[in-house]
């Protein structure tokens, strides 16, 4: 008896260095290696198909120790939809996380990182960040 796996899909979030302001909402998507937008829509990844995010992975990293107070990391579908990657994320200078989700795209619908920032004591200063949903067919 034999059995069929299905493809996974990456997608790809990375943004360039920067140093986040309090308070603000950023948007994060492609081109990779850009710096993330304050308005949303700017940053949209589109689906080519229908698929299901099933995993993420999501790094971040900054050039000096800041306060470690709560970043949140959301996936914003069609400007509608947000569902939680990463709720009181601690601004570190170095941190990874993995996450199993169950969103489903349909094709044509465009997705992006949102990341709230908080009023920092510390501004975590030369951040980068790096993303990768993976998706099943």
């Known amino acids: 008896m034999g059995y069929t796996t299905q493809p996974i899909i990456p997608i790809y979030f990375e943004t360039g260095i920067f140093t986040p302001k309090d308070g603000t909402n950023y948007y994060i998507g492609p081109p990779i290696n850009s710096l993330p937008a304050e308005i949303e829509g700017i940053r949209a990844s589109y689906s080519c198909t229908s698929c299901v995010v099933r995993a993420a992975a999501v790094s971040y990293s900054a050039a000096n120790d800041p306060s470690h107070e709560d970043l949140t990391f959301t996936i914003l579908v069609n400007g509608i939809t947000e569902y939680a990657l990463l709720v ?50």
């Open 88 to 137: 009181n994320a601690a601004a570190e200078n170095y941190r990874t996380y993995i996450r199993g989700l169950n969103i489903p795209l349909k094709e044509g619908d465009f997705i992006e990182i949102k990341l709230v920032t908080p009023a920092f004591f510390n501004v975590p200063i030369g951040m980068g960040i790096q993303i990768v949903l993976f998706a099943g067919l």
